[in-house]
């Protein structure tokens, strides 16, 4: 039986629309951030020129989130609406993360103490 090769190129057929969707969900959490690190400086600041400046910045923040929102539940990425749809989703993530981690992607013995020129212990 022919062992598998991680490395082979034929093992990453689909991975290019899931490496999207993982950026996607990144983005996502960033923009998110953003919104309640805005809101949480708006809430702290008494000066009305930086409450303005806050205001604008927790505005695009929110749209950015939206817009990537969006995104995301146009290319079936993200199911806010079928929380069963959503959980099957998170599955078939969790699952592809198990088999990323079991790939054999590096050689077992890592030893490399005979290839180059070391001093004697």
Sequence with gaps: MKQKDDLDPIQAEG???MADS???IDFLLAAKNSV???AYALSETASPEV???LR???TQAI???EEIAGLMIKNEWLNPYELSQQVQLDEKA????TQIADMQLYPRD???LGNFATPNK
Excluded: G
């Design 15 to 17: 991975m290019p629309h």
């Design 22 to 24: 993982l950026f996607a």
């Design 36 to 38: 309640r690190n805005c």
């Design 51 to 53: 409450r303005a400046v």
């Design 56 to 58: 604008k910045q927790l």
């Design 63 to 65: 749209n950015l989130h």
């Design 94 to 97: 969790a699952d592809m993360i």
């Design 110 to 112: 890592t030893d490399r």
